[in-house]
């Protein structure tokens, strides 16, 4: 059993340390003895990196590197990202990546960065005036099938983690969100929604990163990118994972 991971421009699409997100899809296989390799995809590279992955990872960054990243995806990238979408494949979308996958971003400055359409939802950013969504913020999950975790068969239903982004993202109707905000802004500050999910792509706020303290997600994309029950997955001792959750889940 092997894992093929893409990870979508990471030297320009990591400024928040999304790269933890990659670590812990790792360690989590190598656990279970699981074999994992992980494709780096940039501006040039070829695409069948690409196009034979079974999970796509994709983080975020600021608005300069947004437009340096958009031409290359919309160009070369982004049709077989939602080739692969619509097919099945895992996807992880984090902040800026989570806004490509929308019809369009519109800058502080005016400027309108095109998106792949994926996800039936825009975002603009109202510029330096307004306050920027930044802190921690907790979810309850809008996800069927979370696998248990081994520390005291625990199923947890709620994403924590942090939240960095000046853009205010709108889900279009009927789009099904990644869940209800709890504690925090989410999408927009406004409707209690975070995230969305389209197939087995999720696109969020969550940074700092988000799998470390939500090891449930985390099995749910690897059994999902395998194609495998996550009850079948070795159960791992989270202990220490599942604390930090719980600490963070009350604002410890």
Not at 44 to 73: C, E, T, W, Y
Not at 75 to 95: D, M, Q, T, Y
Request: glycine share 12%; aromatic share 8%; hydrophobic share 40%.
């Amino acid at each position: 059993m092997k894992l093929k991971i893409a990870w979508l421009y990471p030297s320009l699409m990591g400024t928040y340390g999304d790269r933890g997100n990659i670590i812990t899809l790792i360690k989590r296989c190598q656990w279970r003895n699981i074999q994992v390799e992980v494709r780096e995809v940039n501006p040039g590279s070829p695409v069948d990196n690409l196009r034979s992955s079974d999970l796509i990872f994709m983080g975020g960054a600021q608005d300069r590197q947004q437009k340096i990243v958009a031409d290359d995806i919309l160009k070369n990238k982004g049709p077989i990202i939602l080739e692969l979408i619509e097919k099945g494949a895992v996807g992880l979308f984090v902040c800026a990546s989570y806004q490509f996958l929308g019809h369009f971003y519109r800058a502080a400055d005016g400027e309108e960065i095109p998106g792949l359409g994926l996800f039936d939802l825009h975002t603009v950013n109202p510029g330096l005036s307004v306050r920027r969504c930044i802190g921690n913020i907790v979810v309850e999950l809008n996800i069927d099938g979370l696998p248990k975790l081994a520390t005291n068969y625990q199923r947890l239903t709620t994403l924590v983690g942090f939240e960095n982004h000046g853009g205010r993202t709108y889900l279009g109707e009927g789009v099904k969100p990644l869940g209800k905000v709890l504690r925090g802004f989410g999408n927009n500050g406004k409707d209690g929604t975070e995230g969305a999910i389209y197939k087995n792509a999720i696109g969020c706020y969550f940074h700092g990163p988000l799998l470390p303290r939500n090891p449930h997600l985390a099995d749910l994309l690897i059994s999902k990118a395998l194609g495998v029950n996550p009850l079948d997955l070795i159960a791992l001792p989270d202990d220490l994972e599942v604390k930090a959750h719980i600490s963070a889940l009350n604002n410890e």
